[in-house]
């Protein structure tokens, strides 16, 4: 089979052979609110088919990809019809990528999954499926505490010359941006969420900074605020997280969710990993 966990950054492949060999793969993101059937048509036949034709992988019988961005049917069908183009005789199931968090995560038990890497997102799960979610609304309108909104929180700051003086002048020397290089970039340039999360870097780096941690610490308790206390037992049931910006900024998202009296269990870079080993149990 092979398994895909999909961000608007990065997708993460699993393949895994008839007598249970896992090979890793990786190729760019695909988020079907921005990019084509062609252009992730196009992505799969010149980077995954080839990397899977080094380990001497066949077409696989079943194909399970979680993305972001599929939180429709006619989202999904652009995906499927993407990857049908490549395995035209596989059975292909495409899901949202927050089912795959919390099958990541929870498995088949009761809990709340968090999504917090170029995008947020979050849902209620009852072990088998998704009874509640409050709904993301991009990176213009939502994402609190992804990539993008710590980016856009960033370049807020800087261009409102609200960042401290040695801040600033760190920020001008490593991106040497000016005000009409971000517009461009967000209004006019494709995959906008993207380039704003590209800040996060420096933001991580950064991270001990009074300005920087408080920063941060509130674009989060916008997340919890916004979404997490919305759904009933948020205060008594686990909650779990997977993306790159919760796993990096660990330590400020507990103290965040502590306030709240949100308790997180398990956080996780990505969760490609969980679902490998749900899929596997359920095979």
């Known amino acids: 089979m092979l398994i895909a966990d999909s961000g608007s950054t990065k997708t993460a492949w ?57 939180s429709s049917e006619e989202k999904c069908d652009i995906v499927k019809a993407a990857i049908r183009s490549s395995f035209p005789e596989s059975e292909i199931e495409v899901k949202h990528d927050l089912l795959g968090a919390a099958r990541a995560t929870c498995g088949h038990s009761q809990g709340i999954a968090g999504i917090l890497g170029t995008g947020s997102n979050s849902c209620l799960y009852d072990g088998e499926s998704i009874v509640d979610n409050v709904p993301s609304l991009g990176f213009i309108l939502g994402d609190e505490g992804s990539g993008a909104h710590l980016g856009k929180a960033l370049v807020r700051a800087y261009l409102y010359r609200e960042l401290p003086k040695e801040l600033s002048e760190k920020f001008e020397e490593r991106f040497r941006i000016s005000k009409d290089d971000v517009l461009e970039a967000i209004y006019k340039k494709p995959l906008p969420n993207r380039y704003l999360a590209t800040f996060s870097k420096f933001i991580f780096q950064n991270s001990m900074d009074p300005f920087i941690s408080k920063m941060v610490a509130g674009c989060f308790s916008e997340f919890f605020d916004h979404h997490i206390t919305k759904y009933p037992g948020y205060d008594v049931l686990p909650m779990h997280v997977v993306g790159s910006v919760g796993f990096y900024y660990s330590n400020i998202l507990r103290a965040v969710a502590t306030e709240k009296s949100v308790y997180i269990d398990r956080i996780l870079e990505a969760p490609i990993a969980g679902l490998t080993l749900y899929h596997l149990n359920e095979s």
């Open 14 to 70: 699993r393949y895994i052979t008839s007598d249970k060999q896992i090979h890793q793969h990786l190729t760019q993101g695909f988020n079907p609110y921005f990019q084509t059937k062609e252009q992730i048509s196009q992505e799969i036949k010149n980077v995954l088919l080839p990397e899977l034709s080094k380990n001497n992988g066949s077409s696989p019988s079943q194909i399970f990809f979680y993305g972001a961005g599929c």
